[in-house]
């Protein structure tokens, strides 16, 4: 008989029989999410661009307020407009554009 399976592998490396495996609890937790889409012109080649990024939390025991409070679905919602407003204005370059314009040096 193998050595290998003596000691209590398989034939791919892997510990068989061992009884300290520990098994994991895994929660899932309810994510609240919304979705913002912009159009804008690239402020190198004054292009139209399309962005869409998708924002979101989680409802879960250790997303909480300043007060300690958990955050409900409503309060995440309104954390995620604001997030997606300043995102909104945010100024967007085609990748492109970007680093031809880093190469010519306007960055500095």
Known sequence: MDDRVRRGYDGRGRVVGDERRV?????????????????????GCGKTIRRQKKFYQTINPFNKNKDGRVK??????????????????QDEWHEKCLISDNAKGSWE
């Open 23 to 43: 098994k994991m609890t895994t929660v899932n937790f309810e994510k609240v999410s919304l979705t913002a889409i912009k159009s804008c012109k690239c402020k």
């Open 72 to 89: 409900t679905r409503k309060e995440i919602l309104k954390e995620l407009k604001e997030r997606i407003a300043t995102w909104n204005l």
